[in-house]
């Protein structure tokens, strides 16, 4: 399968590809600094997930003023400039430096949480959502088995407390995205061609387990999503 699923079988599938691609290489030296099996601080860890446009940006920002949280993202802002690299590369190498994000992630994750509550904009289950979805084709039955290990949070990557899942209806997930104009990543250029795609990331977020995804309806005002956010944190996160 394309997703490797340990911090071990991502650095082999960097290390294979290194000699040809030097960004590898440096991808491999964050990940050699960071040590295995993370551990979490006293702090909440908060994950946000969903589609393209579903609010991600607006509501971790405005949670981590209202928590005084510190935001972070995957992948982690010290590798996101390889990134066009990766998108231009073959399947497997791209599943990788995404995943190795989320391990150079987690490190910064542990060291935040110490401090204050950390928000974080996409981690494992995009990795994951995005890599299943981009594996299949067709409709959200032929996905892999809602069982599958697939959809296995890796056991050597820090877990958070709480995943939200936003959610919005397609037609005003587009008006959002128009909204915004931005540049579209190769993926999401694709998401927006096809909405059987945007059915299996989706669905594929839903059937993640172990820590399972919250769904939060995010089609209400900025307001109110981040009203019923607060509220979901305050409810599942004691601190
Ligand atoms: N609850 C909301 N209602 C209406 N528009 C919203 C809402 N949340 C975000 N937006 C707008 O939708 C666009 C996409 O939101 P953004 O936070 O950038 O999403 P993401 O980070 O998930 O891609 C932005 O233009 C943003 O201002
Ligand atoms: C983090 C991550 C993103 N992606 C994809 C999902 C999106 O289509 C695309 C852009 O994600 P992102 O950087 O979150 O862009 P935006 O802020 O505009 O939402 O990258 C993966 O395929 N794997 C991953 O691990």
């Known amino acids: 399968r394309a997703l490797p699923t340990s911090a071990g079988a991502l650095r082999q599938r960097l290390r294979q590809c290194a000699e040809r691609i030097p960004e590898a290489e440096a991808v491999l030296d964050l990940l050699e600094k960071c040590p295995e099996h993370q551990k979490k601080g006293s702090f909440p860890v908060i994950v946000f997930e969903g589609l393209d446009a579903t609010g991600k940006t607006t509501v971790t920002q405005a949670v981590k003023d209202n928590l ?48 204050a509550p950390v928000i974080i904009d996409r981690y494992w289950h995009s990795t994951a959502a995005y890599a299943i979805a ?56 694709e998401l927006e061609a096809n909405s059987l795609f945007r059915q299996r990331v989706e669905e594929s977020y839903r059937r993640m387990v172990n820590p399972a995804c919250q769904e939060v309806d995010a089609s209400p005002s900025k307001e109110e999503v981040l009203k019923t956010v607060l509220q979901l944190i305050k409810k599942h996160c004691a601190f």
Do not use: M
């Open 134 to 189: 981009t594996e299949t084709s067709g409709e959200v039955q032929d996905l892999p088995p809602a069982q599958d290990e697939v959809y296995q949070w890796p056991e050597d990557l820090l877990k958070p407390d709480l995943v939200l899942l936003l959610t919005v209806d397609p037609e005003e997930r587009v008006r959002r995205l128009q909204h915004r104009g931005l540049e579209k990543t190769k993926e999401e250029a």
């Open 68 to 115: 005084n949280g510190i935001l972070l993202r995957s992948p982690p802002a010290c590798i996101s400039q390889w990134r066009t690299v990766f998108d231009d590369e073959r399947t497997p190498i791209k599943r990788a430096f995404y995943a190795a994000g989320n391990y150079i992630l987690a490190s910064e994750i542990a060291k935040a949480s110490t401090q």
